[in-house]
């Protein structure tokens, strides 16, 4: 069975096509500047496009005959199905791929870590297997029930605190390690965070995996709602009782935990004035942002989970069901017509029918969707209020006026009954403002509420009046606001 496995890895790992690659010294350098010595989880296409053109630029110098090709190639290859060392996704809020390695390109990495070791220079094996002792020993103990048990192992710590105590209250000298006993711990901590980066990968393929195949029975229509919403909970629950998600979920929780965050700050802030790492540079830099990175790695795996939680809400909703379902239908109708004209492809039949009355009204109105703005939120426990501010805000919300909707809407059909398409600069010359800047953001809204065009990316600058002084007066630019008939805007009573 095993050299079974063996022949199968060895024939389908994208791992080991990577290192058997005709240039996967280059492809694993460039991937690793990108990605981990610049310590950047995802890429947009733009950035990683711009990086390899300068790393091939940079290798033409002393490499000429080397990725000869064109950089949009050699992107598009790493992401095919015969390699899978890079997965191209979408955001919300980019309008370009997003790129992050693959679990099997984090292996080649951890392989290459472990055997190369060129950051730290050397294997620490002392450390290493003080280390499985140590986990040995708490295996031991930790999956024990009985109490004496778990006794005897407090005590045996207690015991030892206690004589190093003593020890040092006697003559003052304690037990340090040596140079090279620090560097060797030093490695072996390295060594495990950077596996760990890789490890994030496998967990979101995971969680990938279960919204693909929701998605997958969606699409085939062959299945109801309440039998796909049933595999995709089993199939949740499932991965968080498994090893792996059980471990997952508890590292988000203590990585996320403040009191360990801090504990941690302080320990990464102790080691790295240990005199003996000072040439570890490559090291302290990971373990300086290793807090960041890791919960940045956390953060985006949840991320993917919650993707699946949207699926699972749209599946839910009727009326996009319904859609589903009706596209699902017509696909199969369109297959079953295809097969039908597949034996006779010299028929005249098959056509196409245009509805030319159909009218066509702004088809690229519709905005994308935008994350809703955050608002940082303020402490006031603390504030107290001083009794002059208080009077000049009660004051100036006196002195505010109030906006008269109906009256601004009838100035909108008095400029729509002398302008065919009038923008808010001309109205507003028109009927001048006369509560000021809070009478525009008044038209803007009119103009949403309403139906009228707002162009995001066009601008309009404005005139307005101060009621001081008539010699005074603010320029504000505004969107541009075009108002349109109740016709074409979809408001007509």
Known sequence: MRLGKLLVYFETSPALHLLRARNAPFVIDFLDRQFKQNGRIAIPHSDLLAGLIGYLEELRETYPDVLGG?????????CSRDTRWLQRFLEAGRDEPVYQLTPHTEDVFNFLDRVLDQDLGFVGTES??????????????????????????????????????????????????QPAQIRERFSTAVSLLRQLQGDFRAVEDSFRDITTQVQQRQIGGQQTRGKILEFALDAEDLLKQEDQGVS????????????????????????????????????????????????????????????????????????????????????????????????????????ICLDLQMAIDLPFRRTFWVEPPRFASVDLSGYEPDADERRTAFQQLAGMKRLNWQEMRDRIHHMLAIENAPTLGELLTVHPAEAGVIEVIGYIQIAAEDGHLIEP????????????????????????????????????K
């Open 457 to 492: 990316g066009g601008t309009e600058t404005v005139v307005l009046t101060s009621e001081s002084t008539s010699a005074s007066s603010i320029v504000v630019t505004i969107p541009r606001v075009t108002f349109v008939p109740e016709r074409r805007n979809g408001h007509a």
């Open 70 to 78: 064109k950089p949009d190639a050699y992107i598009s290859d790493w």
């Open 128 to 177: 290493r297997l003080k280390l499985v002792i140590e986990t040995l020993s708490d295996l031991v103990v930790g999956s024990s029930d009985d109490p004496e048990t778990r006794l005897s192992h407090l005590r045996e710590e207690r015991d030892k605190l206690q004589a190093e105590i003593e020890q040092i209250e006697k003559d003052g000298q304690i037990a340090k390690y």
């Open 248 to 351: 997952f979920y508890e590292f988000v929780r203590l990585i996320l935990s403040p009191s360990q965050t801090e504990r941690l700050e302080k320990i990464i802030r102790e080691v790295r004035r240990i005199p003996e790492l000072a040439q570890q540079q490559d090291g302290l830099d990971s373990v300086r942002n290793m807090i960041t990175l890791l919960q940045r790695e956390a953060e985006k795996v949840m991320r993917t989970n919650q993707r699946l939680s949207a699926t699972l809400r749209r599946l839910l909703d009727v009326r996009a069901h319904a859609e589903r379902q009706r596209i699902a239908k017509l696909l199969r109708d369109i297959q079953v017509l295809a097969a039908d004209y597949a034996g006779a492809p010299d028929s005249t039949e098959i056509g």
